[in-house]
């Protein structure tokens, strides 16, 4: 079998992939806006797939695993509902710009060495990312995709944990919301395991945010919709 993930995202990466260090960047230093979004898979559901496939055996085939995708309005929203503040930099930068950015980053690499997320490889992606139909693995192997909140905050609560991070506040907030009852944690956490779609206030169009659930519901902002029954993914 062979299968093709979009960004891998998760704790306990010890090599700090590339996903991890975008991440931590985001949160940290700056949150770039632009075209197209990102589409981000958590390394436990990728092992779980796998592990999946092993069991079932069969013949070859192949399987698109991108993840979810998001818009990266959408992904500055979400991180700022899971860190519980505003992030400390945003900046729209058309995808052109970033693209020549990335290709400088190129050339100053070639001379001074660096360990940041600027090429025009990574750039590309970051512009022009078409999402992938995940559609197939998720039936033949009867799973889904956790909620990317869950993802996010257990990622970042291990940067933290390890000394990656240096606001380690972010992780803190996260801790105290989940050991909160649900009704306690108000309207501005809204990752909880099971709940359903919501959406971002700032949208500029209606686009639900698909949870573990992936339940369709009317697209209307977070802070305006009551809590639904939880409904564990599978």
């Known amino acids: 079998y062979t299968t093709y993930p979009g960004s891998i ?68 929203d979400i991180l700022e509902s899971v860190i519980g503040t505003k992030l400390r930099r945003k900046v729209r930068v058309s995808k052109y710009a970033l693209q020549g950015i990335g290709r400088f980053g190129d050339l100053v690499n070639l001379f001074v060495p660096f360990d940041l997320p600027i090429s025009y490889e990574a750039t590309w992606y970051a512009t022009e990312w078409t999402p992938s139909d995940d ?33 380690l506040e972010y992780a803190e907030y996260i801790r105290a919301q989940r050991h909160k009852p649900a009704r306690a944690r108000g309207p501005n956490w809204p990752w909880r395991p099971g709940t359903c779609c919501r959406c971002s206030p700032r949208t500029p169009r209606a686009t639900p945010l698909r949870c573990g659930c992936r339940r369709s519901a009317p697209c209307r902002p977070w802070r305006d919709r009551a809590t639904p029954a939880a409904r564990l993914p599978m």
Do not use: C
């Open 135 to 167: 559609t197939r693995v998720q039936q033949d192997l009867g799973f889904r995709y956790r909620d990317i909140r869950e993802t996010l905050g257990d990622s970042i609560v291990w940067l933290a944990d390890n000394g990656h991070l240096k606001h």
């Open 9 to 76: 995202m998760g704790p306990d990466d010890p090599g700090l992939s590339e996903a991890m260090v975008g991440l931590r960047t985001t949160v940290e230093d700056l949150f770039v806006i632009t075209s197209s979004g990102i589409q981000i898979i958590d390394v436990r559901d990728l092992a779980l797939a796998h592990l999946r496939l092993i069991e079932r055996g069969g013949p070859p085939r192949r399987y698109t695993m991108g993840g979810q995708f998001f818009r990266w309005a959408e992904m500055a």
